[in-house]
């Protein structure tokens, strides 16, 4: 199993829609070949998160992004943050 893991950073008034743009990733990562899950972790009180989307093998991780759908969810969230998204790829060595 892989994980592709992306920090965010974001202004405090915006994690409601930081939130919802997460979720609307949810339907479109469903029909991704591999998909495993999703997990958004974010702390209000400094505007810091983590995307972590866990995927069957690395090449379904990395082609997932690769989808016009996904792109545009992305790109939407983009424009709420402070940084660039700079996903990674990690293998997951242990999940219970």
């Not at 892989?2 to 974001?10: G, Q, S």
């Not at 069957?56 to 709420?80: D, H, K, N, R, V």
């Amino acid at each position: 199993m892989y994980a592709r893991v992306t920090n965010i950073r974001f202004p405090l008034e915006m994690e409601a829609e930081v939130t919802g743009v997460a979720q609307g990733l949810v339907p479109i990562l469903r029909r991704q070949r591999g998909f495993e899950g999703l997990q958004v972790l974010t702390d209000p009180n400094v505007g810091e998160g983590i995307i972590v989307c866990f995927w069957e093998t690395e090449a379904e991780a990395l082609a997932s992004e690769a989808t016009s759908s996904y792109i545009g969810q992305m790109s939407m969230m983009s424009s709420f943050l402070h940084e660039p998204l700079v996903p990674k790829t990690y293998e997951v060595s242990v999940k219970v």
